[in-house]
């Protein structure tokens, strides 16, 4: 049974999400908090399998719950996101403490609302769930991508031998659930790139753009939500818009463009495989990177990018992530060049892409 606990100031959301779960024999309702602060009370008294909370709530919000719970008992934690700007923000900082996941809802929760995300609920509740022991022992060692690795079947494969004569023209990389609480550690482990890098992480419309400001802040990088026909520069770090797919164009040598191309093939966008192959075709060295995230995105892209470049494919070391899925497909299918924590990640990319002396940027006046 999944003992479930709901966070939310308003009396409809909690009825609202009670409705969600009620016929779903293998979830009970062990609790419902009006506060954040109740909800730090309740999780610590009721131990509930998972949580899910609302971002903005009387006397303490999501944000402040959140940290406390995670730091006193860690427990999956699902936050419930209006589509606003600031809410977005909220969430990304939430998602950065610890959340493990998030459902946006509309402004107005109304009832078709209700009906579209029941059954994402209810999923991510069952899967969270099994995760509980896991989440417990990455927090124990501060954060998911400080988690000691421990050895498994993909820490012992092989990896491939890439030559490193030129330095990267440009980075890819992919990326899903726990990349909020993971990637701004790549970032400030590798500085400003002499390339550009462009981001595919899963995410929809509206929090792309608060998760680029972020980063930004945190980071002291040129980070930015991704436009169409966007100029890549050296040095820039593009968040790809929510809800949608780009493409890497060479309209000619030297000058790399970011295309918004929507693949209506792809399950989930931004997309990391339509990313990749398309990177694929540039005349630079690329370097892919695959990191926590649910299923295998990015591993099909990485297969091209191996085959047209022998690029170099970083995966994400399992033991570090959230959700392993993404590294491991990539890892498992021989693609990987290094196994690396986020920390080693972001290191071996400043070595990567270091200054370029064969491969020049052409910019606009």
């Given at each position: 049974m999944i003992r479930l606990l709901i966070s939310d100031d308003s009396a409809f959301m909690r009825i609202a999400i009670r409705k969600m779960v009620e016929?779903?024999?293998?979830?009970?309702?062990?609790?419902?908090?009006?506060?954040?602060?109740?909800?730090?009370?309740?999780?610590?008294?009721?131990?509930?399998?998972?949580?899910?909370?609302?971002?903005?709530?009387?006397?303490?919000?999501?944000?402040?719950?959140?940290?406390?719970?995670?730091?006193?008992?860690?427990?999956?934690?699902?936050?419930?996101?209006?589509?606003t700007e600031r809410n977005s923000v909220t969430t990304i900082r939430a998602l950065e403490l610890g959340a493990v996941d998030f459902i946006a809802k509309k402004s107005s929760f109304v009832q078709l609302d209700i009906v579209q995300i029941g059954a994402d609920l209810?999923?991510?509740?069952?899967?969270?769930?099994?995760?509980?022991?896991?989440?417990?022992?990455?927090?124990?060692?501060?954060?998911?991508?400080?988690?000691?690795p421990t050895q498994g079947p993909t820490t012992q494969a092989k990896l491939r031998t890439v030559p490193s004569v030129q330095s990267a023209g440009l980075v890819v990389l992919g990326i899903s659930t726990g990349g909020p609480a993971t990637l701004p550690m790549v970032l400030k482990n590798m500085g400003r790139l002499a390339c550009p890098m462009v981001v595919a992480q899963h995410m929809p419309p509206m929090f792309t753009s608060g998760f680029a400001t972020h980063l930004r802040s945190e980071t002291g990088l040129d980070i930015v939500e991704s436009t169409d026909q966007m100029e890549l520069k050296p040095g820039m770090v593009v968040i790809v818009k929510g809800g949608t797919d780009v493409v890497v164009r060479e309209p000619f040598p030297g000058k790399l463009m970011l295309y918004q191309k929507t693949d209506t093939q792809a399950t989930i966008h931004p997309n990391a495989d339509v990313l990749f192959r398309s990177a694929a075709a540039a005349s630079c060295p690329v370097v892919a990177v695959v990191m926590t995230g649910m299923g295998s995105d990015g591993m099909l892209g990485a297969k091209d990018l191996v085959a047209r470049k022998n690029a170099h494919v970083l995966a994400q070391e399992p033991d570090s992530c959230i959700v392993d899925g993404m590294p491991s497909s990539t890892i498992n299918a021989g693609l990987a060049s290094a196994i690396l924590t986020p920390k080693d990640i972001g290191m071996r990319l400043s070595r990567l892409c270091a200054s370029r002396n064969t491969f020049s940027f052409k910019t606009s006046a």
């Open positions: 016929s779903e024999p293998d979830i009970e309702v062990v609790g419902e908090a009006k506060t954040g602060q109740m909800c730090v009370d309740m999780a610590r008294e009721l131990r509930p399998d998972v949580i899910t909370m609302d971002v903005e709530m009387p006397i303490m919000d999501g944000l402040e719950a959140t940290r406390q719970i995670m730091a006193a008992t860690p427990c999956p934690i699902i936050m419930l996101s209006s589509l209810v999923d991510k509740l069952r899967y969270w769930a099994k995760k509980k022991s896991r989440l417990t022992s990455l927090r124990q060692f501060g954060s998911p991508s400080s988690a000691a």
